[in-house]
């Protein structure tokens, strides 16, 4: 990694973090960056009391306004996962306790950015979420994982083998991000400072060209 590198904390639930990536990738190939994606899980998998008191049909309604708007202005395509990667119990609206899909996600991300594969991974693979299509049959995922440059069967053997360590990696990220000032996703930190938000993106991109980032050659 080089001077100008920035820590990722990101989910594969949050849409705004979808368009994060969605944004950065292009950037860091125009400008002389890097980024390191920290996967962390999400507010309603990590906390799932918190996220009980917090939640609020109009933070939902609006978000459900927010996201596609966000996403026709950069011109990104979004629909709604299917599956949510966070099981919902649909007569509470609540997490369900079993959770077939974010865990799998969220050890092979952490897995994919151990292998400085992590920022295409994540990027392909929300591309793939976001899209609406049913990410979780046939091959859409493994799919997405070459197009990242990776082998999905090899990522799979590499976080079974060893899935403690993975979550360990996860817990440990959500530590910093919170070390760093932050609780959400995407938050961006660089020399200690946190960006928090998709829309914080050129604030950090004005930090690090004052602080000398160069465009690539």
């Given at each position: 990694?080089?001077?100008?590198?920035?820590?990722?904390?990101?989910?594969?639930?949050?849409?705004?973090?979808?368009?994060?990536?969605?944004?950065?990738?292009?950037?860091?190939?125009?400008?002389?960056?890097?980024?390191?994606?920290?996967?962390?899980?999400?507010?309603?998998?990590?906390?799932?009391?918190?996220?009980?008191?917090?939640?609020?049909?109009?933070?939902?309604?609006y978000t459900l306004t927010d996201v596609p708007r966000l996403a026709e202005m950069l011109g990104l395509p979004m629909a709604m996962p299917d599956p949510d990667p966070v099981a919902i119990d649909p007569a509470t609206a609540q997490p369900m306790a079993d959770q077939p899909h974010i865990h799998r996600l969220s050890r092979l991300g952490a897995a994919a950015a151990e292998m400085g594969r992590?920022?295409?991974?994540?990027?392909?693979?929300?591309?793939?979420?976001?899209?609406?299509?049913?990410?979780?049959?046939?091959?859409?995922?493994?799919?997405?994982?070459?197009?990242?440059?990776?082998?999905?069967?090899?990522?799979?053997?590499?976080?079974?083998?060893?899935?403690?360590?993975?979550?360990?990696?996860?817990?440990?990220?959500?530590?910093?991000?919170?070390?760093?000032?932050?609780w959400g996703v995407p938050t961006m930190v660089y020399d200690g400072e946190p960006f928090f938000g998709q829309d914080r993106i050129p604030v950090l991109m004005w930090r690090l060209r004052q602080k000398g980032m160069k465009e690539r050659e």
């Open positions: 990694m080089g001077q100008f590198t920035i820590d990722l904390y990101w989910s594969f639930r949050s849409p705004y973090s979808y368009l994060a990536v969605k944004q950065l990738a292009p950037l860091r190939r125009r400008w002389d960056f890097d980024i390191l994606p920290r996967i962390v899980l999400p507010i309603a998998v990590r906390d799932p009391d918190l996220y009980a008191k917090n939640i609020n049909p109009v933070w939902m309604a992590g920022l295409s991974f994540i990027d392909e693979v929300s591309s793939l979420i976001w899209s609406g299509q049913p990410w979780t049959q046939d091959d859409a995922l493994a799919d997405a994982a070459a197009r990242a440059g990776l082998d999905l069967e090899e990522l799979e053997k590499r976080v079974t083998a060893h899935p403690d360590r993975f979550d360990i990696l996860i817990s440990d990220n959500q530590k910093a991000l919170d070390a760093a000032g932050h």
